[in-house]
Nanobody, 130 residues
Framework: EVQVEESGGGSVQVGGSLTLTCTAS????????MGWYRRIQATGNECELVSTIDNDGTTYYLDSVKGRFTISQDTAKNTVYLQMNNLKPEDTAVYYC??????????????????????WGQGTQVTVSS
């Protein structure tokens, strides 16, 4: 069974840091492109693509997180990480890990993403307070 599980969320103050972890099972990162989405409660069901990493190490970042977030992976552990530094209140969201297609949706409803992507986790809450 294809699965991913996120962890590492929490509550931090502005400027703080968190590292999110996504552990994959049922497939290998060597064959997959992985991504992190976030679902911002204020926008309802809309999710935005935060970052992706290809199996060759190529990365993508949402403009608003460039220079603050770093995605990485450990193929031996079949795990993807999202290091988040200098967190801002607008980063508050539920963060989801997913195995994504070569050209993933950058913005989509939560329902569309969960229907479209086979490996979709339960999410981890990140709350940044001022």
């Amino acid at each position: 069974e294809v699965q991913v599980e996120e962890s590492g969320g929490g509550s931090v103050q502005v400027g703080g840091s968190l590292t999110l972890t996504c552990t994959a099972s049922g497939f290998t990162l060597d064959d997959s492109k992985m991504g992190w989405y976030r679902r911002i409660q204020a926008t309802g069901n809309e999710c935005e693509l935060v970052s992706t990493i290809d199996n060759d190490g190529t990365t993508y970042y949402l403009d608003s997180v460039k220079g603050r977030f770093t995605i990485s992976q450990d193929t031996a552990k079949n795990t993807v990480y999202l290091q988040m530094n200098n967190l801002k209140p607008e980063d508050t969201a539920v963060y989801y890990c997913a195995a994504v297609p070569p050209q993933p949706l950058t913005v989509a409803s939560f329902e569309k993403l969960t229907r479209s992507y086979e490996a979709w986790g339960q999410g981890t809450q990140v709350t940044v307070s001022s």
